[in-house]
């Protein structure tokens, strides 16, 4: 069973950064696609980004230019560096992994717009 556990959230101002990490159980380069998700009060879930095992990387329109992915490969940590936050960011940030035959999730951390 893979486990992934988000950490960074936090509140953060309107035109500020924030980190969040995922911490996989095992080399994430394994998983066919690591991602962040997010879902916002309300909302249904959507993907704000993801990774492929080859290192590709795609981004929702809403996101690109302002956040960007990143891997630590000895932490076994996939990186979502969020840069101009905007209000409309807030959300639960969830990490999910995809393989051939799995699908797991993370439990999510809070990112709310202190304004």
């Known amino acids: 069973q893979v486990q992934l556990v988000e950490s960074g959230g936090g509140l953060v101002q309107p035109g500020g950064s924030l980190r969040l990490s995922c911490a996989a159980s095992k080399n994430i380069f394994t998983f066919l696609s690591i991602s962040w998700y997010r879902q916002a009060p309300g909302q249904q879930r959507e993907l704000v980004a993801s990774?492929?095992?080859?290192?590709?990387?795609i981004y929702a329109a809403a996101v690109r230019g302002r956040f960007a992915l990143s891997t630590d490969n000895a932490e076994n940590r996939l990186h979502l560096d969020m840069n101009t936050l905007k209000p409309d960011d807030t959300a639960v940030y969830y990490c999910?992994?995809?393989?051939?035959?799995?699908?797991?999730w993370g439990q999510g951390t809070q990112v709310t717009d202190s304004s």
């Open positions: 990774m492929t095992d080859g290192g590709t990387t």
């Open positions: 999910k992994a995809r393989g051939t035959e799995m699908e797991n």
